[in-house]
């Protein structure tokens, strides 16, 4: 086995998306349960130091997880997320969005669509999640709660800059 | 709508990322910056105003002509920004990795 595992973070070109890979010390099977059933959700979704509060959860195409990432100081966000394909242990798409707690969907803070595919090699299982977003703007109102993440087209025109300076 | 000036609003918009790039290479004029798009020249104009207030560019005077160029320092608050995302990932990650391991320990 690897002594490390592989953590990519990468800005997509002109497509407005982030590519994440990271790998796993587990089996392909572990790796997808921890990514797919609620009470393992629950252990690790939230950055640290919020904490992850399933409200309800149907793992299944059309079905939804509602949740909450919950401050220290117990203040909650409430998300959903809406499954839009599963093909069970090897992929899953969603769409996420910020709700109120009646779980009515925030029209100020558009979505982010998931694309997470689950690939083992000897014991290490590569998930890579593709996440596209609407627009900058977007982006940084989620960033600024301080949760998700991401990138956008133009930036990497913004990184050319950084690298330049 | 809530008037904001950081760099964050200068890049929300793809022309003035434009302009952005534009001025990585040189120092221009406002009339030289708008002979680059399509757009009517108040409307350049304007996306210049908004830089220049989100101080990621600055302005000189030399003669009659005003030249922009680009303010390098301000570019690293998005730098810091996109560590901020690598960060959320992280500790995400740290988690799961933690999480998988106790899950193993309890198979053996």
């Known amino acids: 086995m690897k002594n490390t595992l592989a953590f990519d973070f990468t800005v997509n070109k002109e ?13 392909q099977n572990a790796v997808w349960n921890a990514w797919t059933k609620a009470e393992l959700l629950d252990q690790w979704w939230a950055p640290l130091p919020y904490k992850n509060e399933t409200i309800s959860m149907q793992f299944e195409k059309g079905g939804m997880w509602f949740y909450a990432m919950v401050s220290p100081e117990g203040q909650k966000h409430y998300c959903k997320a809406y499954y839009t394909a599963v093909d069970a242990q090897n992929s899953f798409s969603y769409r996420d969005t910020f709700c109120n707690e009646k779980g009515e969907d925030s029209t100020e803070m558009p979505g982010t ?3 997470n595919s689950f690939n083992e090699d000897n014991g290490v299982t590569t998930v890579t999640a593709h ?4 627009s900058i703007e977007a982006l940084e109102m989620i960033i600024k ?3 998700k993440e991401g990138f956008t087209m133009g930036l990497d025109q913004l990184e050319q800059l950084l690298s330049k300076s | 709508m809530k008037l904001r000036r950081d760099p964050f609003q200068a890049i929300a918009d793809p022309t003035r990322r ?4 534009l001025l990585a290479s040189q120092t221009m004029t406002a009339g ?7 757009a009517a020249r108040p409307t350049i104009s304007k996306h210049i105003q908004i830089l220049n207030e989100c101080e990621l560019i600055e302005s000189t005077q030399q003669g009659r002509e005003i030249y922009y160029e680009l303010k390098a320092e301000k570019m690293k608050d998005i730098d810091n920004w996109l560590e901020q995302f690598r960060n959320i990932w992280e500790s995400r990650f740290n988690q799961l990795d933690n999480l998988l391991s106790n899950l193993k320990n309890k198979e053996q």
């Not at chain 2, 434009?18 to 790039?21: G, K, P």
């Open chain 1, 15 to 27: 497509s407005k998306s982030i590519t994440v890979k990271k790998e796993f010390a587990a089996d």
């Open chain 1, 145 to 147: 709660m301080g949760f």
């Open chain 2, 18 to 21: 434009a302009i952005l790039v």
């Open chain 1, 131 to 134: 996440l596209t977003y609407a």
């Open chain 1, 113 to 115: 669509n998931w694309s």
């Open chain 2, 32 to 38: 030289a910056i708008a002979n680059e798009f399509n």
